[in-house]
């Protein structure tokens, strides 16, 4: 589980580690914000479509070992291209690659994890796979930047194309090929495909709309786009210099660390429409407090700290209230048209319409998208309808008693 959790981290180490070197890169290959915004724009616009793609061919072939090594290599090795790039072309097109590879590793370590774990343990195991990214991303930026400063921006991404070449290598050599009985087989087949006979079911539950729609403006606003241009806001707007903007992006990372392991306990215990709209209301003074206090260190420091709880509802969203809106048959369906809905729209416009109006109004206008992008989920989600199965029997128990 530990080489999983390491990996999970790395894939997304490795899709947003780049905007912490955004400067370096802008200022070396001139580029605007738009074309900034694209490099995060194409990974998740090939990350929604390999994701959906592979994971069809990954269960009906059955060799998800060799298909994970072989997209760790492949995105690792991607990610050295980028450092090679001489021209926004070549950018994109290595990122668009890391999107095509990082895109079907997440399903398929969600099949090996529950392969590879009793019933009982597949819950702590995935919320522990999960936190690890946050918490990879909560102490990497600052040595993502000191290799940057010290060496350039090109050896920064050669040394995070490391770490997943040497575990492809460890998985490759040590990982065994997950062998599910039919049992399992159809529990990660609930977790990993998407079936489109079932798309009509799902879609009839108002949950799951309003989940997808969500799921545009979450990826476009508070996940996305703040990831992609909150670091270049506080250095150009806030006078940050690239290391402090690094260390409030990492203490980001860190908070978002513990309030990935708050949020399951607090949702089974209050409900899950309760903590989704409390969490996303509290997650609009994120962006209030950097358009506000973006000069003020201790300010944006108590504020990610703080704040910071909104991007944590990830999991909720896309995956526990979809799953829980429809028949368990549909609950692979339902989170996957969330999930591919919210990569594909949602992190493809977010991050290049950022970049676009940074150049036309100024590095604050995606700090404002961010903020609108909030509001608007926050409206959405007060039409939710509670799932969380205590918190339903309970108002049940409630109606018979009357």
């Not at 899709?15 to 955004?22: H, K, P, V």
């Not at 995060?40 to 998800?64: C, H, L, P």
């Not at 048959?329 to 676009?356: D, F, H, K, Q, R």
Request: charged share 10%.
């Amino acid at each position: 589980m530990v080489s999983f959790g390491l990996l999970w981290g790395l894939i997304f180490l490795d899709r947003l580690g780049i905007t912490y070197i955004f400067p370096n890169i802008a200022a070396d290959l001139q580029l605007t914000n738009a074309q900034l915004g694209l490099t995060m724009s194409i990974v998740a616009f090939t990350w929604g479509i390999s994701s959906v793609i592979f994971a069809f061919i990954s269960d009906s072939i059955g060799k998800r070992k060799n298909f994970l090594v072989f997209f760790v290599f492949m995105f690792s090795i991607a990610t050295f291209g980028v450092g090679l790039a001489q021209s926004i072309i070549a950018l994109l097109v290595a990122r668009a690659i890391i999107g095509l590879a990082e895109g079907p590793s997440i399903p398929l370590i969600q099949a090996s994890m529950m392969a590879e774990s009793t019933p009982s343990r597949r819950g702590f195991n995935a919320g522990f796979i999960i936190a690890m990214s946050s918490l990879i991303g909560g102490l990497t930026p600052t040595l993502i930047v000191a290799i940057a400063g010290h060496l350039g921006w090109r050896y920064a991404l050669y040394s995070m194309s490391i770490p997943g070449i040497l575990l492809g290598i460890f998985l490759w050599i040590y990982m065994r090929e997950p062998r599910l009985s039919n049992e399992s087989e159809k529990d990660v087949s609930h977790v990993s495909k998407m079936k489109w006979s079932d798309v009509k079911i799902v879609l009839k539950s108002r949950n799951v709309w309003l989940c997808v729609i969500g799921a545009i403006f979450q990826m476009g606003g508070p996940i996305l786009t703040f990831s992609s241009f909150g670091p270049l806001y506080l250095m150009k707007e806030g006078g940050f210099s690239q290391t402090a903007a690094a260390a409030i992006f990492s203490i980001y990372g860190i908070a978002q660390f513990v309030w990935s392991a708050l949020m399951p306990w607090l949702s089974d215990r209050f409900g899950r429409k309760p903590v989704v709209l409390t969490v996303m209301f509290v997650q609009m003074l994120l962006p209030i407090s950097f358009l506000l206090f973006h000069n003020i260190h201790g300010m944006i420091v108590l504020a990610v700290i703080t704040f910071s709880c909104g991007s944590c509802l990830a999991p909720l969203t896309f995956f526990t209230i979809p799953g829980e809106s429809v028949p368990p048959v549909s609950a692979a369906t339902a989170m996957s048209l969330v999930n591919l809905v919210g990569e594909v729209i949602g992190g493809t416009l977010g991050p290049a319409l950022g970049g676009m109006f940074a150049d036309r109004y100024g590095i604050a206008a995606p700090i404002w998208i961010v903020l609108l992008a909030t509001i608007v989920t926050f409206i959405l989600f007060l039409g939710l309808k509670e799932t969380a199965p205590a918190k339903r029997n309970f108002e049940f128990s409630k109606t018979i008693a009357q």
